[in-house]
């Protein structure tokens, strides 16, 4: 069985920076591309950044360009988001999930991911 599990999330204040990780366990596990999304109070859950597990080929969102980077550790099966330069806006719950299709990561529909971690809670205070 694969289970995602992301940590890191936490409360911090405008300007700070937080990295969150994503811990893949499972036997068999492997992925094409590996993603965070978020979802804020009262919206839909959204794109944030993902990464290409060969060549590690990164694509973000624009709210978050130049502010977020996603790495891998492909020896660990972990994924890592590092956030800085935090707004408030950026307060969500931020999931990882995985995908073994070869689309772009940023347009494939979520219901491609097959994997998804519970998410962990980044709450951002002015």
């Known amino acids: 069985q694969v289970q995602l599990v992301e940590s890191g999330g936490g409360l911090v204040q405008a300007g700070d920076s937080l990295r969150l990780s994503c811990a893949a366990s499972?036997?068999?596990?492997?992925?094409?591309?590996m993603g965070w999304f978020r979802q804020a109070p009262g919206k839909e859950r959204e794109f944030v950044a993902a990464?290409?597990?060969?060549?590690?080929?990164?694509v973000y969102a624009d709210s978050v360009k130049g502010r977020f980077t996603i790495s891998r550790d492909n020896t660990k099966n972990t994924v890592y988001l590092h956030m800085n330069s935090l707004k408030p806006e950026d307060t969500a719950v931020y999931y990882c999930?995985?995908?073994?299709?070869?689309?772009?990561?940023?347009?494939?529909?979520?219901?491609?991911?097959?994997?998804w971690g519970q998410g962990t809670q980044v709450t951002v205070a002015s």
């Open positions: 990464i290409r597990r060969i060549a590690g080929v990164t």
């Open positions: 999930a995985s995908t073994d299709l070869y689309g772009s990561p940023q347009t494939l529909p979520q219901g491609n991911f097959v994997y």
């Open positions: 499972g036997r068999t596990f492997s992925y094409v591309s």
